[in-house]
T-cell receptor, first 113, second 115 residues
Framework: GQNIDQPTEMTATEGAIVQINCTYQ??????LFWYQQHAGEAPTFLSY????GLEEKGRFSSFLSRSKGYSYLLLKELQMKDSASYLC??????????????FGPGTRLSVLP | DTEVTQTPKHLVMGMTNKKSLKCEQH?????MYWYKQKAKKPPELMFV???????INESVPSRFSPECPNSSLLNLHLHALQPEDSALYLC??????????????FGEGSRLTVL
């Protein structure tokens, strides 16, 4: 089966750092992706990890521990525009027709002034 | 061109209507997807086309009928929908090489209301 869990909502202050956690138990695993989705808009790709460790992209970093089934997205120097939903998605094992993505429930982040 | 274009952006239809949602990408991606998203919920996979062939159908009712006329286009034909089918329908594409799928590129979605 597929089970991906994230906190439903988080609140943080402008300029602060916030960590959004994602835990997963899936039948296949070949990478974990983070997407940002503003209300009423399409998700946009932020980051992905396929090996253990930290990947840094500007103000955003993502970490993966495959043995623990755990990832987090770290947002630094928060800005008001970072208020959005953050979705983690697990990518399946490779197959002849490619791979599927299973999305977690998403975390709604509110950044306050 | 790194866009996935969806039309129409908004669609209101009755339960007896027949309509279609359209999606286009020119990034050379060989995997294309339809997702359904309800408010405050994550996207739910409906269909996946890989190399223009339907590879995944997530037990979607037959009132939704996908079509992939060529590697750039993806359609979703709608017929006899129910009010609970009202949602944001997202098209996505991704690169696909030797069984490895890259990140998803989403279109802006078609917001469907069924009366």
């Amino acid at each position: 089966g597929q089970n991906i869990d994230q906190p439903t909502e988080m609140t943080a202050t402008e300029g602060a750092i916030v960590q959004i956690n994602c835990t997963y138990q899936t039948s296949g695993f070949n990478g974990l992706f983070w997407y940002q989705q503003h209300a009423g808009e399409a998700p946009t790709f932020l980051s992905y990890n396929v090996l253990d460790g930290l990947e840094e992209k500007g103000r955003f970093s993502s970490f993966l521990s495959r043995s623990k089934g755990y990832s987090y997205l770290l947002l630094k120097e928060l800005q008001m525009k970072d208020s959005a939903s953050y979705l983690c998605a697990v990518r399946d094992n490779p197959s002849n027709y490619g791979q599927n993505f299973v999305f977690g429930p998403g975390t709604r982040l509110s950044v306050l002034p | 061109d790194t866009e996935v274009t969806q039309t129409p952006k908004h669609l209101v239809m009755g339960m007896t209507n027949k309509k279609s949602l359209k999606c286009e990408q020119h990034m050379g991606h060989r995997a294309m997807y339809w997702y359904k998203q309800k408010a405050k919920k994550p996207p739910e996979l409906m269909f996946v086309y890989s190399y223009e062939k339907l590879s995944i159908n997530e037990s979607v009712p037959s009132r939704f009928s996908p079509e992939c006329p060529n590697s750039s286009l993806l359609n979703l034909h709608l017929h006899a929908l129910q009010p609970e089918d009202s949602a944001l329908y997202l098209c996505a594409s991704s690169p696909l090489l030797r069984g490895i799928t890259g990140e998803l590129f989403f279109g802006e979605g078609s917001r469907l209301t069924v009366l």
